[in-house]
């Protein structure tokens, strides 16, 4: 049911994927995701040493016996991440499966793939995907314009951005930005794509370390209560509107650069919002499904809940003549 060449190389019983969030995909949301049959994804950006990255990769498998992956950032970042440390940890420690976000990287995909490692790549264009698949990556995620977090410069839909990628290459694709649900799933199959990766519909889940204040938010807000700020950097990060949300919209409309902008969209300002429950703190990156979204369900009903769906609607097409 619902195999996929994804669902083989990663070694996880469902198609579907958590996407890596900033100081929220940890161990206790990382492996409650793996143990309910998908893809946990540990976000190792937010932690600050090679210790870190080792203490929550020992917690995650001490919590789940099933595969997860780690998320190694190479996009631009108010502190320098230490990947080449990060790198070593993840080989030590025998982590089976990595996704990069950023540029290419063919040097770590190679380093990698010696010790046997699957490497993911997160991207938002056909180009970066078709580098990825020339850089050796196994399967890649492509996340269109309606996605949480960074949306890319080209402002290309998931529902196209995904069908042109699976034109294009031969890996595996895995279709991100705007799923929620068993019937996106099926779509997202019909179309080709091999898994999805959600990110904003596992922030939403019981499990997910943010304040009730943000979560009883975010259930009642509008697919139309997004916006995508740091276009100027060149560097589009969509986030939940809210008055922060349209001050930096006003910083850059005034020229503001990097420096002035960092002391509104810090993710040290996003932590603080999920964490406080307090909207005036910093941005919170949601993608437009948020619209979609209407309940907080744990993790594992979440998923038990996608997979029935879908077998729904993959029933539903058989009987349309
Ligand atoms: C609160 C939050 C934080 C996120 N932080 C990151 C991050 O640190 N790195 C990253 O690559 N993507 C991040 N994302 C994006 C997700 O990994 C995923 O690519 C995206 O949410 C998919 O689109 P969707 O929200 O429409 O499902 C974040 C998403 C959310 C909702």
Redesign the pocket.
């Known amino acids: 049911m619902f195999k996929t060449r994804i669902t083989e190389k990663l070694g996880v019983r469902y198609p579907i994927i ?8 940890l161990a206790e949301l990382v492996s409650e995701v793996s143990n309910a049959g998908a893809l946990g ?1 540990l ?1 190792s ?2 932690l600050t040493s090679k210790k870190a990255l080792r203490d929550e990769i020992r917690k995650t498998k001490n919590l789940t016996a099933n595969p997860f992956a780690v ?1 190694l ?1 190479y ?1 631009p970042a108010s502190r320098e991440i230490p990947n080449d440390q990060f790198i070593e940890t993840i080989i030590e420690e025998r982590v089976k499966i990595i ?1 990069t ?1 950023g540029p290419v990287q063919p040097a770590v995909i190679s380093r990698l793939h010696q010790a046997g490692i699957t490497c993911l790549h ?1 991207a938002t264009t056909v180009r970066h995907a078709l580098a990825a698949e020339r850089a050796g990556a196994d399967a890649v ?1 492509v ?1 269109g314009l ?5 949306a890319g410069m080209s402002d290309v839909t ?1 529902l196209i951005l995904i069908q042109r990628t699976i034109q294009e290459v031969k890996i595996p694709v895995i279709a ?5 649900d068993g019937k996106g799933l099926v779509a997202a199959l019909a179309m080709g794509a091999e898994a999805i ?7 939403l889940t019981r499990e997910c370390p ?1 304040h009730p204040n943000i979560k009883e938010f975010c259930v009642n807000a509008r697919e139309i209560d997004t916006a995508v700020c740091l276009r100027s950097l060149r560097d589009p990060v ?1 986030y939940l509107r809210t008055d922060v949300v349209d001050k930096i919209l006003e910083m850059e409309a005034s020229g503001a650069d990097l420096k002035q902008l960092l002391t509104v969209v810090s ?1 040290e300002n ?1 932590r603080q919002a ?1 964490e406080q429950g307090d909207l005036t703190k910093g941005p ?7 619209g979609l979204i209407h309940d907080i369900p744990t993790v594992k009903e979440l998923i038990d809940r996608i997979m029935n769906e879908a077998e729904e609607a993959r029933r539903r097409l058989n009987i349309i003549q």
């Open positions: 958590q996407g890596s969030m900033l100081y929220l995909s994804m976000n950006v937010c998320q950032v996009l996704e976000v997160k995620t996340e309606e996605c949480a977090g960074h998931s991100a930005g705007g799923f929620v990766l959600m990110g904003t519909r596992f922030f943010i969509r993710g996003m999920v919170i990156s949601v993608g437009q499904c948020v």
